[in-house]
């Protein structure tokens, strides 16, 4: 993943991120991302985001678990091994019903959670730049890119303009990498490129 | 943005708050050495559930016949446990998913601690059925896979196969929803840990969490989605543990109004337990401002519904048995009032039926010391109910030659305060190592809800409607221009 620059800006309310990220946006700078400590509604608007299609994979997951449990006990029951329970018809679909409902619901939790997880690219143990150390306590964080067009006191200005109250410029992994936060010092000694100035 | 709720809704949260101190209040104390009475507390729990992995040893090593059960009581404590303990844990996915699904903003105080109840209270109910099989080195034949025995296959029209299938699945979902809100949390927590372990541990929890605003996206629609998993879930999961009992042919199981009955009795007791929990949890870490006296009268109110749903049920129960005119029907209740268990049918009466109405008094409602004693009342209840459910209905079967009186020994005994030990020792755990509140949902509902930001809608309360609107078609009309 690649080393970028970064302009910094923390607000210390979400009613100034949410006009200061429209800005960003009206004027043209490169909106890296926002860190917020809660979901802010009507930011995802804010910034254009589009909304999540968590859902559609959710009910697809369901359908898949839907369909192995149906298929799976039929399977069994009719064609690998035909039990004769006193006498109870081979194919019994309200008994099916039960576990029918639970794998889909399985299928669809798990399915869904670990969408999440790639989607966000979270997972035990991956280390990510924090770019506020209140990110996610009080502060509301707006990273612009730096791109050589960029003028970095320009957007430092503005950002001030527009409420922030501290304004940094970072260089730092924009992706994910493995790590432990408790080698962060070490990390950086050893990899230079990554270490935060 | 106009963050406004009426003046006339209690507030969630007490006291002038910021972010900051919210964050300060819930997370502090996780950050500090575990005090004197937690570390007895700890003791405590370990010694019981120390106690309880002696008990199952011996059980295992000299046959389920130590607990005390005969040919005649075949289901006993055991699954009075079990079912007990599932249906405590029915309160947490009641309260994350449903109340979510319902918008009810007081959830937020009560969450995190619910969930995790209700994970460690399906952990506990857990160990029943599995213990309960005896020969527990062949648990693994209740899971369908293709073996070398046949293959013999598992019988899909059971229900305790059902069974089997609805409490993990109940438990994998209840972890993914609990977890999946607790990440921000653990993030916040990684970001303020100075010690080098605090660092590496929440590190290595939190999952790289940052809180984009994708991230956020994404994990507000996981919520909604899994809420609106669990709210079916955990109806089904009871109601399956119902037809463990429901669809067999034994007077005083054979009921059709066992699984509505058995889920309103697992809320019941579901949440008295959460009561239990969170008046001790409140007052330790000194929560007193986010677990208010509003969310207390909350819970006991949904107490109250519940507890007059299961009288309900009971009332239904004597009169069907008696309409139905099956002597069989008849002569189990008939045993269950005036036979030789009947102190245990006062008590469930007294604990489920005559108890709960005091909460008619909002004083009574709003008193957290009566609460309390409450809350272990209803428990006491509901676990006779299922103990009259399960023996009382076995003990004077269809021949009375075969009439037996019930009495556990103790492995039986010792594997109950086991779970006790695995449950208590399991909270005390995760009420030190992370937030007993949900932190980033306190910060998302304080505009709204807190005591201090309500106080700022007084003014706009008092305006008559005529001048609110001049207002507000001013401040437009600036904007406007």
């Known amino acids: 993943m690649a080393v970028k620059q970064f302009v910094v800006g923390s607000f210390q309310d979400e009613e100034l991120l949410v006009p200061a990220v429209k800005k960003v946006r009206t004027v043209g700078y490169k909106l890296y991302d926002v860190f917020t400590p809660f979901p802010v509604h009507g930011l995802d608007a804010a910034m254009g985001l589009r909304q999540t299609a968590l859902h559609t994979a959710g009910f697809i997951y369901g359908a898949l678990g839907t369909a192995t449990a149906l298929l799976g006990m039929s399977w069994i029951f009719v064609v690998s091994w035909p039990l004769d329970i006193g006498g109870k018809p081979h194919f019994p679909l309200p008994a099916f019903v039960p576990i029918t409902f639970e794998l889909t619901v399985l299928f669809s939790a798990v399915g869904t959670t670990l969408t999440f997880c790639w989607l966000n690219q979270i997972m035990p143990g991956v280390k990510k ?20 067009r960029t003028n970095i006191e320009e957007v430092k200005q503005f950002l001030l303009n527009n409420g922030a109250e501290e304004v940094t410029v970072q260089t730092a992994e924009e992706g994910w990498w493995y790590g432990f936060f408790s080698r962060k010092e070490k990390y950086e000694q050893t990899n230079p490129q990554w270490s935060v100035q | 943005m106009l963050h406004y709720e009426s003046t006339v809704r209690e507030p969630l949260i007490n006291g002038s708050k910021d972010y900051h101190q919210v964050t300060e209040d819930i997370i502090s104390p996780i950050e500090k050495k575990p005090g004197k009475l937690w570390w007895i507390a700890l003791g405590f729990s370990l010694t019981m559930l120390l106690f309880g992995v ?97 293959p013999l296959w598992v019988n899909f029209n059971s229900p305790l196969l059902w069974d089997v299938f609805a409490v993990s699945t109940y438990l994998t979902v209840s972890i993914l929803f609990w977890y999946s809100g607790l990440i921000p949390d653990v993030a916040t927590l990684r970001d303020r840990a100075k010690k080098k372990f605090a660092k590496f541990f929440y590190g290595l929890c939190s999952f790289g969490w940052r809180g984009t605003a994708k991230e956020w996206q994404r994990l507000e629609a996981l919520a909604l989605l899994l809420a609106g998993l669990s709210t079916p879930l955990v109806l089904s999961v009871h109601s399956v543990v119902s037809m463990d009992f429901a669809t067999s042919v034994i007077p005083g199981w054979h009921e059709t109004i066992f699984p509505p009955y058995f889920v309103a009795g697992a809320i019941f007791s579901g949440f008295a337990m959460v009561q239990t929990l969170l008046i001790i949890t409140r007052r330790i870490l000194h929560l007193e401002e986010y677990v208010t006296l509003g969310h207390i009268e909350a819970m006991n ?150 005591e201090s930001y309500k106080q700022q809608m007084v003014a706009i309360e008092q305006k008559t409607t005529e001048a609110f609107i001049q207002e507000v078609q001013h401040e437009h009309a600036v904007v406007a221009h």
């Open chain 1, 129 to 148: 730049h924090i770019f506020h150390p209140r990110q996610a306590d009080d502060r509301f964080v707006i990273a612009i890119e730096v791109t050589p």
């Open chain 2, 54 to 150: 002696w008990s199952v040893f011996w059980e295992t090593y000299w046959g389920i016949g130590v607990w005390g059960e005969n040919r005649t009581v075949g289901w006993a404590w055991d699954i009075t446990n079990f079912v007990w303990w599932v249906g405590i844990g029915h309160a947490g996915t009641l309260i994350s998913a449903i109340l979510l699904l319902f918008r009810q903003g007081w959830r937020t105080g009560v969450n995190r601690a619910a969930e995790a109840m209700t994970i460690f209270a399906v952990l506990c109910a857990g160990q029943f059925p599995v213990w309960h099989m005896g020969r527990v080195w062949l648990a693994f034949f209740i899971l369908p896979y293709p073996n070398s025995r046949g």
């Open chain 2, 301 to 450: 109110k949904i107490i109250m519904l519940t507890g007059g749903i299961v009288a309900m049920a009971y009332i239904t129960e004597l009169f069907i048995a008696w309409y139905s005119n099956v002597v069989y029907e008849q002569g189990a209740f008939w045993w269950r009032i005036l036979g030789p268990y009947w102190w245990a049918y006062i008590i469930l009466i007294t604990c489920n039926v005559a108890a709960p109405q005091l909460f008619w008094f909002k004083k009574l409602r709003r008193n957290i010391p009566f609460t309390f004693v409450m809350s272990i009342v209803v428990n006491i209840g509901m676990w006779f109910e299922r103990f009259v459910i399960i023996v009382l209905s076995l003990y004077h079967d269809f021949m009375p030659s075969a009439w037996v009186y019930y009495s556990p020994r103790w492995p039986e005994l010792g594997f109950y305060i086991g779970t006790f030990g695995l449950f208590f020792t399991c909270y005390l755990l995760f009420a030190k190592y992370f937030p007993v509140i949900a932190v980033w949902e306190i910060r998302s509902v304080l505009k709204r809800s807190g």
